[in-house]
C-alpha cells in the first residue's frame, strides 16, 4: 500500500510538471498530425495499387495504425521517459534515492517521470481506429473488446519489460543508449501487420522485438482475427519476458554500487 502510494505521488508530480510546459501540448500536437498524416498518405499510396496487403484490407491496416498510435503514445509517455532517467541514473550513480525508499525500487522508477502531453498520440489513435472500426461495419462483441483490451495489456506489459531489460544492461554496460534507440526503429515497423514481412523479420519482431503483440495482437482482435491459441501464447509470453525483466532488474541492483558505495 506504501508503494502504491509512493507512485501515485509521482505520477501526480510528473503531471503537474508537465503543467509547466503548456507549449509542449502544441508541438505535440504538431508531431501527432505530421505523423498520422505521413502514415495515411503511405496507406493511400499502397491501397492506389493493390486492393488488399497480406490479407489485410484497408480499413483493417487503418486499425493497426490506430492501434500502432495508441500503443506508441503510451510508450512514450508512460514508459521510454522512466526508462531514460532509469539509465541516466545508473550511470551517473544516482539511483540511491530510489533504491532507499521504503517501496519496491521497480515499481518506483517505473513511475515517476509521465510525459502528459503525448496522450496527444493516445487520443489520435482512439479517433483513427473508431474510424477504422465504422469502415468495417465492426459489430460490438464482448469477446472482441475483451481480447482487444487484454491483448493491449499484454502488448503494453511486453514492451514494459523489453524496455526494462535493456535499460538493466546499464548495470553491467556503460553504452546503452544505442541500443534503447534500437526500439525506435524496430517499433516503426509496428506500423504495418508482421504478417507483410518476411518470416526472419516477423519472429524477430515477434519474440525479440514485441511488436507485433503490442500492435498486430490487439488489431486482430478487432478484427476477429484473434485466435484462442494466439492469445494464450501472447499470455505465456507476458509472463515469461515480465518474470525475465524482474530477475534481470534484482541481479542488477545486487551489483549496484553508487554514490553511497
Known amino acids: 500500500m506504501q508503494g502504491l502510494k509512493l507512485a501515485a505521488n509521482y505520477l501526480r508530480i510528473g503531471i503537474l510538471n508537465e503543467f509547466q510546459y503548456r507549449a509542449n501540448l502544441y508541438i505535440q500536437i504538431l508531431q501527432t498530425f505530421i505523423a498520422l498524416g505521413t502514415g495515411l498518405i503511405g496507406l493511400n499510396l499502397v491501397f492506389n495499387q493493390v486492393t488488399e496487403l497480406g490479407g489485410w484490407t484497408k480499413p483493417e491496416l487503418l486499425a493497426v495504425m490506430g492501434v500502432f498510435t495508441i500503443t506508441g503514445g503510451f510508450i512514450r509517455s508512460a514508459i521510454q521517459p522512466n526508462m531514460e532517467r532509469l539509465m541516466e541514473e545508473i550511470r551517473e550513480g544516482t539511483l540511491d534515492y530510489a533504491l532507499t525508499k521504503p517501496a ?7 513511475v515517476r517521470e509521465f510525459r502528459l502531453w503525448q496522450l496527444v498520440d493516445v487520443i489520435t489513435g482512439l479517433v483513427v481506429l473508431a474510424v477504422a472500426l465504422t469502415q468495417l461495419n465492426w459489430l460490438v462483441s ?7 483490451l487484454s491483448a493491449l495489456v499484454m502488448g503494453a506489459i511486453m514492451v514494459y519489460s523489453f524496455w526494462l531489460i535493456i535499460t538493466s544492461t546499464a548495470f553491467w554496460f556503460v553504452r546503452v543508449n544505442e541500443i534503447a534507440n534500437l526500439f525506435e526503429g524496430l517499433y516503426a515497423a509496428g506500423r504495418w501487420p508482421v504478417d507483410i514481412y518476411p518470416n526472419w523479420l516477423r519472429y524477430g519482431l ?5 511488436v507485433a503483440f503490442a500492435v498486430t495482437i490487439p488489431a486482430s482482435a478487432l478484427t476477429g482475427r484473434l485466435s484462442l491459441q494466439t ?5 505465456a509470453l507476458t509472463l515469461v519476458l515480465f518474470t525475465i525483466a524482474r530477475m534481470i532488474w534484482l541481479t542488477g541492483v545486487k551489483n549496484y554500487s553508487g554514490a553511497s558505495a
Request: hydrophobic share 60%.
Open 142 to 148: 464482448i469477446w472482441s473488446v475483451l481480447g482487444y
Open 104 to 110: 519496491d525500487a521497480q515499481l518506483l522508477v517505473s
Open 206 to 210: 515477434t519474440f525479440l522485438v514485441p
Open 231 to 235: 492469445w494464450l501464447g501472447a499470455l
